[in-house]
């Protein structure tokens, strides 16, 4: 992989993020077009249509013999993660969008042959920029420590509302056994959280471009990143996801088994 083309693309890539939070911040009041995609509770706007197109058309230009995976649908269609493969969210959290026009993310990764060299998780209303690259997790421009790799009893963990009110994978124990519950409605906000040290973990049933941004900084920074039941994600398809210290992953495991 080559050094100076990952720098000139990092800074192509923060660049596009900005242009992508201002389309979303001066759309929200005044130009919203807000659909239903599978449910009531799945909407899509054309914020996140603009975005996601925008990112398509700029990696096209930069790196147009990529493959491109959106949550919209508008980059292509594939099963294998050889070669080039941008996975990008366009707005993550959209519900929040639309009720709270708060905690929301705009999310943009690369991997190459399966493995995350780029990742880039943006908490628009705030302007702050998660991003990881070569090996380095950055919160805008200050380099951030690995997490405290601590117990899953002193630490907060973030979950799925459904799964933890369906007591999926007996979710509601893990919970009882933490110090609490945080349900921020978005992945990107969540794994900016456990990112940060302040969760010391996250379940959650994910698609690829809900984790995809997130996994390259959590597993820079020492965290375990695998399916709720220990094994490898596979990062074209849907998995319950969880996310974790070391110490707090074996034991929510044992839980769920």
């Known amino acids: 992989m080559n050094k100076d083309w990952l720098k000139m693309m990092d800074e192509k890539i923060q660049s596009w993020l900005q242009i992508a ?4 911040l001066e759309s929200v009041n005044k130009d919203l077009k807000v659909d239903t995609k599978t449910s009531r509770k799945d909407l899509v706007t054309n914020v996140d249509k603009d975005n996601e197109q925008f990112f ?4 096209r230009e930069n790196d147009p013999n990529s493959k491109i995976l959106g949550e919209e649908g508008f980059g292509d269609k594939f099963n294998s993660m050889e ?23 705009i999310m943009v990764s690369l991997y190459v042959d399966g493995k995350g060299v780029l990742g880039y998780i943006l908490d ?9 690259i070569f090996g380095k997790v950055y919160r805008n421009n200050e380099l951030l420590n690995k997490p405290d790799d601590i117990h899953l009893d002193y630490g907060l963990m973030g979950m799925s509302a459904p799964l933890l009110i369906e007591n999926a994978y007996n979710m509601q124990t893990i919970a009882k056994q933490s110090e609490g519950v945080r ?9 900016i959280s456990v ?3 302040e969760l010391v973990g996250y379940i959650s ?6 984790i995809a941004a997130g996994r390259v900084m ?5 965290l375990t990143v695998t399916t709720i039941d220990g094994n490898k994600l596979d990062m074209v398809s849907s998995e319950t996801v969880l996310v974790a210290t070391k110490i707090a992953h074996k034991e929510i495991l044992d839980l769920v088994k």
């Not at 070669?83 to 993310?105: Q, S």
Request: charged share 20%; aromatic share 12%; net charge positive.
């Open 218 to 222: 959590c597993e820079s920074l020492g």
């Open 183 to 191: 349900i921020y409605g978005s992945a990107g906000i969540q794994l």
């Open 83 to 105: 070669g080039h493969v941008w996975i990008i969210d366009p707005i993550d959290g959209t519900m929040n969008f639309v009720k709270e026009r708060n905690y929301f993310a």
């Open 21 to 24: 939070r201002k389309n979303a």
């Open 195 to 197: 990112i940060k040290g």
């Open 56 to 59: 398509v058309r700029k990696i």
């Open 205 to 210: 049933h994910l698609k690829p471009w809900d």
């Open 124 to 132: 628009v209303v705030n302007n702050d920029l998660y991003h990881g």
